[in-house]
């Protein structure tokens, strides 16, 4: 029996909080960005979005959360329009963390985490035990527990970058989506980061989609690859079948090798070297 429960389980997760586009076209005035999409989100596993600069990849996380009216085409969540769901019920499903976020004047950690429970608040209702519950939880897991007290302008971008994570964990939704969330970290804080998001995704099964620029390490840390080119979806599947030589020579116009990363067994992209003599060679 228990081989059985444990398929049905799996298939269940496998199932749930799947993000579709459906001939979806993006613009900001009458510039195209996302052009005529069709995609479809795994639940239960991790997506790195990937792409050149411009390509998209941003505007296509702002349009999957209902941060972008699509100009065409559509967005659905397990099969349903997400336009066409109430905001609080969506909030509930789906958390953001976007690119850059505005961090309100003077705030302290643990005021920022709160602000995650909005979509669970109602009316003149209390602040509760469950409230404060999510709230220490995220803190815990994402240990920023003893930053509490600190105001989130003052802490260092990796600490910043978590305690947003926190927030977005305190919303306690099943799917989180990051926009770029290794951004202006080195080179440690963004595999803490990374390494946080895997974690989440083991240990509470949370469906993630996430854009990142470093191909090795959305090979390593993600189960579904997006490739985007120009707005359009270039590839799309594991990461071991999706990243080629011959795509990141098409993509991004950079020759290489793909080799596997000595510590994953994941593609690890390997530029070829300069053919250009240096002015030391001449």
């Known amino acids: 029996m228990t ?75 397990d099969g349903s329009d997400i336009h066409r769901m109430p905001a609080r019920a969506l909030a509930k499903r789906m958390g953001l963390l976007p690119q850059q976020p505005v961090t309100p004047e003077a705030i302290t950690v643990e005021a920022l ?29 994402t240990s920023t527990a003893e930053l509490r007290d600190q105001q989130v302008d003052r802490l260092s971008g990796g600490q910043r970058q978590r305690a947003w994570i926190a927030l977005a964990l305190a919303q306690d939704t099943e799917l989180l989506l990051l926009d770029e969330p290794t951004t202006f970290l080195d080179l440690r804080h963004q595999l803490d980061v990374l390494d ?3 974690d989440l995704h083991a240990e509470a099964g949370r469906t993630v989609v996430m854009v990142l620029h470093d191909l090795g390490q959305a090979a390593r840390y993600a189960d579904h690859l997006v490739v985007l080119k120009d707005g359009r ?28 990363d000595p510590e994953t067994g994941t593609p690890l992209v390997v530029p070829r070297a ?3 003599p240096r002015a030391t060679d001449r």
């Open 3 to 77: 081989p059985t429960t444990t398929v049905e389980s799996d298939t269940a997760t496998a199932t749930a909080n799947r993000l579709a586009a459906h001939g979806l076209d993006l613009r900001y005035g009458d510039r195209t960005i996302v052009d005529g999409l069709d995609l479809e989100l795994p639940g239960g596993a991790v997506t790195a979005i990937v792409g050149p600069n411009a390509c998209g990849k941003s505007t296509l996380l702002r349009g999957l959360v209902r941060l972008l009216a699509p100009a065409a085409g559509t967005v659905t969540l």
């Open 113 to 141: 985490v709160r602000l995650g429970r909005y979509p669970h608040q109602r009316m003149l209702s209390p602040w509760s035990k469950s409230d404060q519950a999510a709230v220490e939880e995220a803190l815990a897991r």
């Open 274 to 276: 300069r053919t250009r």
């Open 196 to 198: 946080l998001v895997a």
């Open 233 to 260: 979806l270039a590839a799309a599947g594991p990461p071991a079948e999706v990243l080629t030589a011959d795509l990141v020579e098409a993509v991004f116009q950079v020759p290489c090798q793909v080799v596997p």
